[in-house]
């Protein structure tokens, strides 16, 4: 990081003496003694620099992304107008008009105000896109002078750190992003993080300290075996390593539910060469040192984002067996890359470059609107559309910025807010005027939730909400609202189990009192105990037997041991398509899995002798084999699985609860079949209600097989839940 408070030249005279002329060297200097001469009377910065220290920052900015002269000299002069009696006049007269519309430009932008009513919201961003059309250096001077702002932002108090970070996260990162200027934006996203959420930003910058010698070095033997491979194939070729940034880190972390232990991607390598061809060149080096990982290759040299960043990416398997990203670019690409647009007014001998992207005509088309700046849709409109296109800004009564995804609505932002306001959301006041949930916010919206206590959310909802985080709100309360159906199907569950019993025991019990039993299988409400038999996950024969007085005697436990598990009897051997399993050493036993638990290879297994069944296979932590292993100790017995079991295919049933949708279950197969899992059977039901319950039989091999399965199933939009359901072999 460059320094932060310098108070000469020199740092911004080494970086431009190798292309810039005399001519435009000297008018920096100039620049630099008249801002010194024009600040000389104002306070010193709240940080004790003097104040010219902030100017001469801003130039040594914008010289780190090979701003042109004009730009770099604009810099320095941008707040002698602003903070000193200095005039856009005399600017002129001394610099030329050129530089003297680059301050004016900025000047117009100094006191703006993100935090404000949509009528001065739109005004204000409409300024500085008509400014940015008009020039889009002026907007790299912006940058520049928010990005040493942020950096100098311990300064202030800690309610401006705040309002300055969130007015820089909302929207001069995201512009940032649009016009493809990385350089800013990594920097600018950091910053905000560290005033908006300290304590996690330095948990991170802790932890990323902690390994960083570690990730250095490994980092420096793929650099090295890569620029080897390449020299050796005689391509020319610059390999980086790229270290990953808090903030994105931070984001991976919140968005994918994970802890930064289970980060297995922080190490990083660029490589950037001379032309396209060996960009692709490199590609296949790569591939042939490791194995690329499948979906994780996109070609965005082909096809290029939409701000023109191009470059090829991978993710390999590295040396270490750890996912190893890989960028491949040129060096044209690379400067796009890391400067957006400003790369287009790159210095050239006998003149200043001029822009031919996409991008600028695309700002230029504001200019259009100049004569209907009344009407402050039309400019906000454009800017969702064709800036902003995937971002909208909302703002609370209060001021407070909402930044949503595109398209979003009333739901979406309740949920922003609150949860139970999002639960009780049935419309919104948007601008003074009411709105239905299926509006869609445009930037500058002001929004007023409305709500009723009698309001709960539907499964019509997820076709409205924009926002992944409200989705899954809505979907988890759709879950619970199911919960009282599987206390139904548990309590008819018991009702027909009970009717196994003789009158005699049937007329002892009563099934709306399980206060008895709740503690056995660890719960505390009996409308869990009766969901948990629902789901499938409880027996409701095991619940019976805790609560029935067994009346039958049953026989010689030694002989139903000698009967399952004795060495001399045919029938104790491993039937045909039985599970397959060892009981201290000996194998091949006639045994079946329990349906409580769904038992598969990889589980650490026990086994539980019934009366008349012979042996059941249980997990370990099963919690009807600890019912058992308390009442009845001698049937319990150790199993291991047996090595017949490597090749053996076990049906597994299990049941998905989702919103229904034409090409539901062909999703959920397509899905299935990419884990390498058949499907046997299936049944499908749906509700008036527009849920559908779909009833599954699989060809498991291994535990691990069916938690891939299931995780992949979980993940998917419309899924509500995966349960296991009743087993067979």
């Known amino acids: 990081m460059a320094n932060n408070h310098p108070d000469n030249l020199d740092a911004i005279l080494r970086r431009v003496e190798g292309y810039w002329s005399s001519e435009d060297i000297a008018r920096l200097r100039d620049a630099f003694e008249f801002a010194c001469e024009a600040h000389a009377q104002n306070k010193p910065r709240r940080t004790g620099h003097p104040f010219i220290s902030h100017p001469l920052a801003v130039a040594e900015i914008l010289t780190e992304i090979e701003a042109d002269p004009s730009t770099v000299t604009a810099g320095i002069l941008h707040d002698t107008v602003e903070d000193t009696d200095v005039t856009i006049e005399q600017i002129e007269e001394r610099f030329g008009e050129n530089i003297a519309k680059l301050v004016d430009g900025v000047t117009k932008l100094t006191r703006l105000n993100f935090h404000t009513r949509q009528e001065r919201q739109a005004g204000n961003l409409r300024k500085m896109f008509l400014a940015m059309a008009q020039d889009i250096r002026v907007i790299l001077i912006k940058f520049a002078d928010r990005l040493h702002n942020m950096r100098t932002l311990f300064a202030l108090p800690e309610d401006k750190q705040r309002a300055i970070a969130l007015e820089t996260l909302h929207i001069f990162a995201p512009l940032a992003h649009r016009l493809g200027i990385w350089r800013f934006k990594w920097e600018l996203e950091d910053l905000c993080l560290r005033y908006l959420e300290p304590e996690r930003y330095y948990e991170i910058a802790q932890q990323l300290g902690q390994g960083r010698a570690e990730r250095e070095e490994k980092i420096e033997k793929v650099r090295s075996a890569v620029q080897g491979r390449l020299a050796t194939e005689g391509i020319k070729a610059t390999v980086q390593g790229r270290a990953k940034h808090i903030y994105s880190i931070a984001r991976k972390m919140e968005d994918q539910d994970i802890s930064f232990d289970q980060i297995a991607d922080l190490a990083a390598i660029r490589i950037i060469t001379d032309d396209v061809a060996d960009c692709y060149a490199a590609l296949g080096l790569v591939h042939e040192l490791w194995i690329p990982i499948q979906g994780m290759f996109t070609d965005y040299i082909a096809k290029p984002k939409a701000n023109k960043y191009q470059s090829l990416h991978t993710k390999v398997i590295g040396p270490d067996k750890q996912p190893l990203e890989v960028q491949i670019r040129t060096w044209e690409m690379h400067r796009v890359a890391e400067y957006g647009v400003a790369a287009h007014w790159r210095y050239k001998e006998g003149g200043e470059g001029t822009p031919s992207d996409e991008q600028i005509s695309l700002l230029r088309q504001v200019l259009e609107l100049e004569t209907d700046l009344a009407e402050s849709h039309e400019f906000l409109e454009l800017l969702q559309t064709d800036l ?59 929004a007023e939730i409305i709500t009723s206590p009698s309001a709960e959310p539907s499964r019509d909802w997820l076709e409205l909400i924009r926002s992944s985080k409200a989705k899954a709100k ?25 009717e196994d019993y ?24 009996t409308d869990d105990l009766l969901a948990s038999i629902g789901y499938g996950d409880t027996e409701a024969g095991t619940v019976l037997k805790h609560l029935v007085a067994d009346e039958v005697q049953p026989g010689s436990l030694a002989e139903e041991v000698e009967q399952v598990l004795g060495e001399g009897s045919a029938s104790v051997r491993k039937a045909r398509g039985s599970p397959a399993v060892t009981v201290d050493g000996v194998e091949g036993f006639q045994c079946r899995r329990s349906k409580c ?25 099963c919690k009807n084999l600890r019912y058992h292993a308390q009442n009845e100790p001698d049937r319990v017995v150790p199993l291991k699985w047996s090595r017949d079991t490597k090749d053996s295919v ?8 989702a919103v229904d949708r034409v090409g539901l279950f062909s999703h959920i197969a397509a899905v299935i079949a990419e884990c390498g899992i058949n499907i046997t059977s299936a049944n499908a039901t749906t509700t008036d209600a527009g849920v559908a319950r779909l009833d599954l039989r699989l060809d498991i091999r291994r535990r691990e097989d069916l938690d891939h399965v299931l ?5 998917l ?13």
């Open 474 to 498: 809505v979907r988890r309360h759709l879950r619970a609202k199911m919960h009282a159906e599987n206390v139904e199907a548990g309590r008819a569950a018991l009702r027909e189990a009970l």
């Open 717 to 729: 939009i419309d899924v509500l839940s995966v349960r296991h359901m009743s087993l067979t072999r």
């Open 597 to 621: 638990c769904s038992p598969l290879p990889g589980d650490p297994i026990t086994g539980y002798i019934t009366r008349g069944k012979g042996l059941t296979i249980h997990r370990s932590d």
């Open 711 to 715: 995780e992949r199933l979980r993940s």
């Open 388 to 446: 902003f296109n995937d971002q909208v800004f909302v703002f609370t009564p209060d001021g407070d910025v909402i930044d949503l995804p595109a398209g979003a609505g009333p739901i979406d932002f309740a949920y922003r807010i609150h949860t139970e306001i999002g639960h009780h959301c049935v419309g919104a006041r948007v601008n003074g005027r009411q709105v239905p949930l299926n509006y869609e916010f445009s930037n500058g919206d002001i």
């Open 650 to 657: 076990f049906q597994h049933e299990i049941e998905i609860v």
């Open 502 to 525: 003789p009158p005699s025991i049937r007329e002892k019990i009563d099934l709306n009192d399980l206060s008895e039993v709740l503690q056995d299988f660890g719960f505390r409400e």
